[in-house]
Structures are given as C-alpha cells and as structure tokens.
C-alpha cells in the first residue's frame, strides 16, 4: 500500500489557486467610476450631453439612462451609446436644458450579466 503523498499534486495546487482567482474575477460588477457633469456639478453652461463612465465593460443593449429634472420631469435624452472604441463608457446627448436641478439614474449591465444601478445629481446655475 502506498502511503499518501505528503506533497500536494501539482493538480491541486492548481485547482486551489483558480478557487481563489475566479471569484474576485467574477465579481467584477460596473461601477461608476466618473461622469461628465460630475456628480453634484454646480454647472453654467448646461451641459449638451451625458457621459458616464464604468470600471468594467458594458452590454449597451441592456443599459439604461433616465434623467428627470426638479420637478421629476422626465427629460427626454437620445438612448446611452457606448463611447467609440470604449465598451465601458456610455454617452447620451441631452436637449437644451433650463436652470434646475437634474438627477441622472442609471441602470447598467457588465458584460458579466451583474446588474448595477446609482444616481448622478448636476445643477444647472442662472
Ligand atoms: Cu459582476
């Protein structure tokens, strides 16, 4: 009878080190990492268009963007783009907007299927 290997197989070692891997690498969910007007923005020059940024690559198709406006008017914006050659970015081009407050919400997919959600506040000043 053979006595057990006090040595781990190289299989083993292996199996144990993608245990620890895969879920840190699985666990990558979009998070906003900037957005253009920042969040809280006391703005001037009412922005023409909505960039929001992401940590991780988006699926466009499953991604939305609602801004309402003070009065939690819906403000109707083209539907979110990714920005060219950047899968983790999402651009909108916003109407002509009054002084108010706005609330951006955003909804996203990565390409991981985990779904975030967060908001954005901008203020556009007289
Ligand atoms: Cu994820």
């Given at each position: 009878?053979?006595?057990?290997?006090?040595?781990?197989?190289?299989?083993?070692?292996?199996?144990?080190?993608?245990?620890?891997?895969?879920?840190?690498?699985?666990?990558?969910?979009?998070?906003?990492?900037?957005?253009?007007?920042?969040?809280?923005?006391?703005?001037?020059?009412?922005?023409?268009?909505?960039?929001?940024?992401?940590?991780?690559?988006?699926?466009?198709?499953?991604?939305?963007?609602?801004?309402?406006?003070?009065?939690?008017?819906?403000?109707a914006?083209?539907?979110?783009?990714?920005?060219?050659?950047?899968?983790?970015?999402?651009?909108?081009?916003?109407?002509?907007?009054?002084?108010?407050q706005?609330?951006?919400?955003?909804?996203?997919?990565?390409?991981?299927?985990?779904?975030?959600?967060?908001?954005?506040?901008?203020?556009?000043?007289?």
């Amino acid at each position: 009878m053979r006595p057990a290997s006090p040595v781990p197989s190289k299989r083993r070692v292996l199996t144990a080190l993608f245990a620890l891997l895969l879920p840190a690498g699985a666990d990558a969910h979009a998070m906003l990492l900037r957005s253009d007007p920042p969040d809280g923005a006391q703005i001037k020059t009412p922005p023409a268009r909505l960039v929001l940024q992401f940590t991780e690559p988006l699926e466009p198709r499953f991604s939305r963007v609602e801004v309402t406006g003070g009065a939690g008017n819906l403000i109707a914006l083209t539907p979110p783009r990714p920005q060219s050659n950047d899968a983790s970015g999402l651009v909108a081009a916003l109407p002509p907007l009054g002084v108010g407050q706005y609330q951006v919400r955003w909804t996203v997919i990565s390409i991981d299927l985990h779904r975030t959600t967060g908001t954005v506040g901008f203020t556009v000043t007289p």
